[in-house]
């Protein structure tokens, strides 16, 4: 049975990326392209658009790119235990299978993943480690 010690990737570091995709994952589609106004007589609704210079995106790309390369196969592992695709006794397996189709657009794969942040704090919770301390500490 594999557990949270067995992470290459800290849970300081898995804790920012949760909160960077938790900001991301409620970003909307955007309602008006070009508003001609500024932020605060718009309400600040923009911050909430999906915009393509969106600072959270870059902040996310930045942070999972600067992973190493297992810190990136073991973020991927975890979205996949967090998602139900195998429990803590596969993980290995699932770290292997991660390995395999690692690539240059890890970044980008996952942030195509709906919930992101929760799926990785449940593969955290699957290997019986918990970001919620990290979390209430950070903010």
Known sequence: ??????????LEKL????????EYDVKE???EPDPGSNSSDDGMVSVLEDHG???????????IRELNEDEQIDLV????LGRGDG????WEELREQARQAR???????????????????????????SLAEIESETI
């Open 15 to 22: 804790s920012y990326i949760v909160l960077k995709a938790r």
């Open 53 to 63: 210079d969106d600072p959270v995106r870059k902040e996310l790309v930045t942070c």
């Open 77 to 80: 592992a975890l979205v996949w």
């Open 103 to 129: 690539n240059k657009r890890t970044a980008r794969y996952l942030l195509g993943i709906p919930m992101l942040g929760d799926l990785i704090e449940e593969g955290v919770d699957k290997l019986g480690g």
């Open 1 to 10: 049975m594999a557990e949270v010690s067995d992470l290459t990737i800290p």
């Open 87 to 90: 429990d803590s006794e596969d």
């Open 29 to 31: 589609e955007v309602s």
